[in-house]
């Protein structure tokens, strides 16, 4: 007899499992049985925030996340093809690159979860500096400008980032994370918003656009 609310909680052990090979069968066949989509998001948002927790904690390491991720990121398209849905329209277009480096892992992830909870993502890449989000921002008309900074060297290209989009007259809203981010220096720097992992990137983003709820990440 099947248990209330355990195909949930397949999902969700799947994502925390890091069980990549049996996301895409189990969503097809939960579709397949009823279950809308929205709560199957929901569990897999579940087992993210999880995987970030022990992360966190240092229970769990980088490539494990990533492994998440990409289980985040086969899911939700499975999810599309299975219920025969065209992409919603988005909560709004964001761009984000990393300032200055090359450091790409954590930016890949903040995009994940942005996706995940139904923004428009452009990534730009890494080695960026504020011209090229500058260029990014005004031709897809972003809402958002968000930007990984990595290292202290790139921070002050950050407070250049703020002063070219003002003076641009770009009225996006902004927002930056990253291994040398706080919240103080971000608001420091003139940022709208910090947030300090992948899933209070979208949780912040949403704020932003004021949005709320959905059935993606909170
Ligand atoms: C992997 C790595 C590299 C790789 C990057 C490979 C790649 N393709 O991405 C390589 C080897 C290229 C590299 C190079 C360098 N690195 Co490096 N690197 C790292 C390392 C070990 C891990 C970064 C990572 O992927 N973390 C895992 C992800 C999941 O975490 P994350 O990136 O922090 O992202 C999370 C949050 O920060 C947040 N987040 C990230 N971005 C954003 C954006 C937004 C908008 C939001 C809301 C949130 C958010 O959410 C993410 C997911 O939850 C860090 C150490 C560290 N612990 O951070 C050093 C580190 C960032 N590197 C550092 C340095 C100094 C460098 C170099 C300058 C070294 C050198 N002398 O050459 C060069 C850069 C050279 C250049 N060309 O500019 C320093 C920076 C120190 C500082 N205070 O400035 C660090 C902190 C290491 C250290 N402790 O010294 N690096």
Redesign the pocket.
Known sequence: MEVPGSVEKSVEDCVTGLKLGEIEGLLRDAVRSGMMPDRLMEAMSKGLEKL?EKYADRVIG?PE?FVGALIIERGIKTLFESCGIEKPRPLGKVV?GTM????????H??KIALEASGFEVHDIGGNKLPKDFVRWAKEVGADIV???C????AVPLLRDLIGALKSEGIKAKT??????MDLDLARDLGFDAY????M??AS?AKALVGASGGAGLR
């Open positions: 970030q980088t996340l984000i200055g480096t090359p450091h790409e892992g954590g930016r992830l903040v968000a930007v990984s990595m290292v202290v060297y927002m930056v994370g990253g291994a040398v947030g300090k992992d992948m209070e990137a912040i």
